[in-house]
Structure formats: structure tokens, C-alpha cells
């Protein structure tokens, strides 16, 4: 059974750095596009960066410039580096990979990892 397990959240004082992990188990990690989303309290789950199987990435607008999605096929992980953290930025960050395999597209979810930011 295919994990993506989230590790790295926490609890951060406004301007300050976190970095998140994700590590991904039983899938062919190399070729699936990778990604992070986030939801808060009362809201739904939005994307904040994802990265494909190139190495292209892309950013929420409300996160680019501060935050670097980057991959290490080797090691079957994914990173977000959040750099000056606000109270926005608070809630759950989920690791994401989707990709087409054997024909089906597939697409699978960590549990999650909460990140709290106080201001």
C-alpha cells in the first residue's frame, strides 16, 4: 500500500522558518508529480506548490517568494521550505503525489502535518 508520510510541522513565532518532509513508500516516486497542499479551520484544501517529474514547479501566489518546493529521487522525498512564516500560513499541510501508472491515473494523500503560526 502506497504512504506519503508528512513530517516537520510545528508550532513557529510570526517571520520564522520550517521545513517540511515527505516521504513516500511503495510507489515509483521518480514519476509522479509531487506536491504540497494546505487547508485551514473552515476552509477547503488548497494548492501550495507543487513540483513534477522535471523539476518544474509552481507556487500560490500567496506563497511564492517565500516558500521552495524542491525532491530527492533518491531518498523518495519531497521538501517545503517555508521561510517567513505568518498566521496565514497556519494549518494542515498535506503531501500529495499523482501520476499515471499502469494506464490509471493515480493520485494519493498523506495524513497530514499541522503548522501553526502565532503572530
Known amino acids: 500500500q502506497v504512504q506519503l508520510v508528512e513530517s516537520g510541522g510545528g508550532v513557529v513565532q510570526a517571520g520564522g522558518s520550517l521545513r517540511l518532509s515527505c516521504v513516500a513508500s511503495r510507489i515509483t516516486f521518480s514519476s509522479y508529480t509531487m506536491g504540497w497542499y494546505r487547508q485551514a479551520p473552515g476552509n477547503q484544501r488548497e494548492l501550495v506548490a507543487t513540483?513534477?517529474?522535471?523539476?518544474?514547479?509552481n507556487y500560490a501566489d500567496s506563497v511564492k517568494g517565500r516558500f521552495t518546493i524542491s525532491r530527492d529521487n533518491a531518498k523518495n522525498t519531497v521538501y517545503l521550505q517555508m521561510n517567513n512564516l505568518t498566521p496565514e500560513d497556519t494549518g494542515v499541510y498535506y503531501c500529495?503525489?499523482?501520476?499515471?501508472?499502469?494506464?490509471?491515473?493515480?493520485?494519493?494523500w498523506g495524513q497530514g502535518t499541522q503548522v501553526t503560526v502565532s503572530s
Open positions: 500529495n503525489a499523482r501520476g499515471l501508472w499502469g494506464g490509471v491515473n493515480r493520485n494519493y
Open positions: 513540483i513534477t517529474t522535471g523539476g518544474n514547479t
